[in-house]
Nanobody
Framework: QVELVESGGGLVQPGGSLRLSCAASGSILSTSTMGWYLQAPGKQRELVAVKPTGGSPNYADSVKGRFTISRDNAKNMVYLQMDSLKPEDTAVYYC??????????????WGQGTQVTVSS
């Protein structure tokens, strides 16, 4: 079984910064894509940023130039540095990891979500 634990959410003023972290643990042999999604109240979950192993990141247009995704493959961790935050960034942010488990099958896992609120 694979577990994802997120941290780093909170309340921040417009223009501020937050850094989200996600630690993947458990029966992991390898990971491919690691990323972040958000879900605002009453809306569907949507992509924020993803980064494949050894590949270039992909960002939603709304966060390009403000958010940066990074990975520490040795630790099975993924980060999201969020700068110049706007009120419309307010949402629950979810970590997403595609991993190869000990059963030699690939599966996609989700974290429990961390709330980010941007407000003055």
């Amino acid at each position: 079984q694979v577990e994802l634990v997120e941290s780093g959410g909170g309340l921040v003023q417009p223009g501020g910064s937050l850094r989200l972290s996600c630690a993947a643990s458990g029966s992991i042999l390898s990971t491919s894509t690691m990323g972040w999604y958000l879900q605002a109240p009453g809306k569907q979950r949507e992509l924020v940023a993803v980064k494949p192993t050894g590949g270039s990141p992909n960002y939603a247009d709304s966060v390009k130039g403000r958010f940066t995704i990074s990975r520490d493959n040795a630790k099975n961790m993924v980060y999201l540095q969020m700068d110049s935050l706007k009120p419309e960034d307010t949402a629950v942010y979810y970590c997403n990891v595609r991993a190869l488990g000990f059963g030699l099958s690939w599966a996609t896992y989700w974290g429990q979500g961390t709330q980010v609120t941007v407000s003055s």
